[in-house]
């Protein structure tokens, strides 16, 4: 077996491999044949899977060491790849790639637990909780995984050539939800911990810093270790996507390959709601304390209500507007907008951490209009904003953005139309813009949407400065992103076959669902 870090490394980069591929195929692009890329030697110098001393046996000291399926000894000898057709390898080189991605994934979270967490310098300069709320459940999260790891490796040893990985995936669900869910829901306090322990634990900073330094964290730092449970059930759902797109339709491998995309997509969505739920309530205690009414008593913490959006804009100030040769002049001061999910609040700030509201209004009384392309002789990203009570008006606004995107994302976030229905409109035959996610993207505002690679994404606008609105079309998440995180699909096969897939998943999900 190969050593452990770079067992990691030979691991991670196959997986990269794995994803980029699943790009290509997505975009229409996949090669000739599927172990294009995989045959070099890495550049890190790790053997390729066919310079690997053969051995009966496809494992090492933790997971597979072959990165794909058709190079593990035993297959390769057993005279019955012929027999396979294409896309049978296909989904047999995708249920693979779901073990030893958790072997790789296993091996991270060990450098988690006994490299960080239990190292005898950190404990003696973090209190008991500091402790808790740092590293969680980590423990138990890696134990969970490595018993559903050595169950897909007995199922592997079991039968080499045929085996399943998705119904081991739907046993374990119970068992990933138990540790997944409190973990993620720590984020927040785990996110605060580590920012409060670097500014004001005076020890931390250097422990932490002679920690990362050993080769074993291959110059990654703690914290890319303690998002790896965020990263892993998203990208096990992704996985198990993947089976499910190459299982043949009516089949018992895509009845059992749904249940378990199923239970992901629940256990993904309650990690999500928690953990929504949990900072949008920290949120509005926060903005509380510095939001001011004129006069007015209006409670701002409430169950339901959330921050959609915050900034700043420039309010037009038609008054005092001028002319200066041929040029309109627009005086301008800055104007402060918190939406709600609910209602929207216009206020000045009265410091930097004071906002005094001067009107506002329920979300459903607000109307819009974009002016950027009627105002002939203005330059700048302006709409015309009304706020209305009932069927009066009560305040209106001409509001200048700096940029297209913000303009755009002010009234995309006032006015959200329902993202499914792009979506659920489309059948099989029609053509929408279609861009793929090439690099991972965090999102940094509340209407930005978080990608992940390989990620396919309904385009709904594209700006002049480089933003995108897109439709996610695995879940109809809707949001903003960068353009350079994204590539357009060009090929219109590769467009109608990813809808089509796209279609068939919701298909077989919801007759599960309506069997259920």
Not at 77 to 95: M, P, T
Not at 189 to 207: A, C, V
Not at 238 to 250: F, Q
């Amino acid at each position: 077996s190969l050593p452990g870090h770079t067992h990691l490394l030979f691991l991670r980069r196959f997986y990269d491999v794995a994803i980029n591929r699943e790009i290509q195929r997505q975009q229409g692009k996949e090669p000739g044949t599927e172990e294009e890329g995989l045959r070099d030697e890495g550049s890190d110098g790790t053997p390729s899977p066919s310079n690997l001393s053969p051995s009966s046996s496809f494992r090492s000291s933790r997971g597979s060491a072959f990165a794909l399926w058709q190079d593990i000894p035993d297959v390769r000898c057993s005279g019955q790849l012929d027999n396979f057709s294409n896309e049978e390898r296909k989904l047999q080189e995708a249920k693979f790639e779901l073990v030893t991605s958790e072997a790789s994934y296993i091996r991270s979270l060990t450098i988690a637990v006994d490299h960080f967490m239990l190292s005898q310098e950190l404990a003696e300069c973090l209190g008991a909780q500091d402790k808790q709320w740092l590293f969680s459940k980590l423990p138990e999260v890696k134990d969970v995984s490595e018993r559903f790891l050595q169950d897909l490796e007995h199922r592997l040893e079991e039968d080499i050539l045929r085996f399943d990985v998705c119904d081991i995936v739907l046993e374990h669900c119970p068992a990933l939800r138990r540790v997944y869910l409190p973990y993620v829901t720590n984020q927040a306090y785990q996110e605060q911990t580590y920012q409060r322990l670097l500014h004001e634990n005076p020890r931390f900073p250097g422990i932490l810093a002679r920690l990362e330094e050993d080769p074993v964290c291959q110059r990654l730092p703690l914290t890319s270790f303690l998002i790896l449970p965020f990263q892993r059930i998203t990208r096990l759902k992704m996985l198990v996507e993947n089976i499910l797109k190459r299982t043949t339709p009516g089949s018992r491998d895509e009845d059992t390959a749904t249940k378990a995309f199923n239970e992901l997509k629940k256990i993904i969505k309650e990690c999500n709601s928690s953990v929504q739920s949990m900072k949008r309530m920290e949120e509005l205690i926060h903005l509380n304390k510095k939001i001011h009414f004129e006069g007015k008593i209006f409670p701002l913490i409430s169950q339901s209500r959330w921050l959609v959006k915050h900034g700043e804009l420039l309010e037009v100030d038609t008054q005092l507007m001028s002319i200066s040769g041929s040029k309109l002049k627009l005086p301008t001061k800055p104007v402060y907008l918190h939406l709600f999910n609910d209602c929207l609040l216009l206020s000045r700030r009265k410091d930097t951490w004071k906002f005094m509201v001067f009107v506002h209004a329920k979300i459903g009384e607000l109307k819009v209009k974009d002016l950027s392309q009627k105002l002939q002789g203005i330059s700048g990203f302006i709409f015309h904003l009304q706020l209305c009570e009932g069927q009066q008006l009560k305040h209106q606004i001409l509001l200048k953005s700096h940029t297209e995107s913000g303009k755009q994302r002010w009234i995309t976030a006032m006015f959200p139309s329902d993202p499914l229905e792009d979506i659920e409109q489309a059948s099989e035959n029609d053509d929408i813009s279609q861009v793929q996610c090439i690099k991972s993207y965090q999102a940094q505002e509340h209407d930005e949407l978080t990608l992940e690679k390989a990620d396919i994404l309904h385009a709904k606008t594209i700006t002049s400065d480089g933003w995108v609105e897109g439709i996610r079309l695995s879940d109809g998440e809707r949001g903003w992103f960068p353009k350079t995180y994204v590539e357009e699909i060009t090929s219109r096969s590769a467009r109608l076959r990813n809808l089509r897939e796209n279609i068939r998943i919701k298909c077989v999900t919801q007759k599960l669902e309506g069997e259920d």
